[in-house]
């Protein structure tokens, strides 16, 4: 079982890593990575718990319409990001020392979006007869982990190139709420 719930929160993380790599472009501080960190970590968590706690009856009310969910929110992130980088690229967005990291707003909202599918594994474990509490700890922890992970990344890497890397982070966003509508 130990197996089984190590490789269940790291196979979730991938979203939070994306996420994380997405939007580490713009400077950020330790306590906004912590934030960001502990939102991504806590919405994968309660996400999975919520589920767990519905079982089959709530997911089969929006179950049609949950990807449009998850499809609607990323896009929408994608869309600001792919702006913002765009007006940097054409010199007219705000002077890199001006920018601060995302919104409080913003950052729930890519940890809600991106927790989505936590939530329908968080139904299985319920009709499962699991139990959930090891769960919740892998898949809040590796959630945390590789939204860290993803953000000091995405520093290293956007050092010279913020504005070409915010746009295929907006990109990456874009294409995971694609991915949505086929679930």
Do not use: N
Not at 36 to 63: K, N, P, R, W
Not at 117 to 133: E, N
Not at 151 to 173: D, E, N, Q, W, Y
């Amino acid at each position: 079982m130990l197996f089984e719930v190590l490789i269940l929160g790291l196979v979730l993380s991938a979203d939070s890593f994306s996420a994380a790599m997405a939007m580490g472009s713009r400077p950020f501080t330790t306590k906004d990575s912590l934030k960001f960190a502990f939102s991504s970590g806590g919405a994968e968590l309660v996400a999975t718990l919520a589920g767990y706690m519905a079982g089959a009856h709530l997911i089969s009310l929006i179950s049609s319409v949950d990807h449009w969910i998850a499809f609607g929110l990323l896009a929408a992130v994608a869309l600001h990001m792919a702006y913002e980088a765009i007006q940097d690229l054409r010199g007219q967005g705000e002077k890199e020392e001006a920018v601060d990291f995302h919104s409080f707003w913003k950052v729930l909202l890519v940890s809600f979006a991106t927790s989505l599918d936590a939530f329908g594994v968080g139904v299985s474990l319920g009709v499962a007869k699991k139990t959930i509490a090891p769960f919740l700890v892998s898949i809040g922890l590796w959630a945390f982990v590789a939204t860290l992970v993803g953000l000091h990344l995405a520093r290293r890497l956007s050092g010279k190139m913020g504005p070409l890397f915010t746009f295929i982070g907006a990109a990456v966003l874009g294409y995971m709420s694609i991915q949505m509508l086929s679930i």
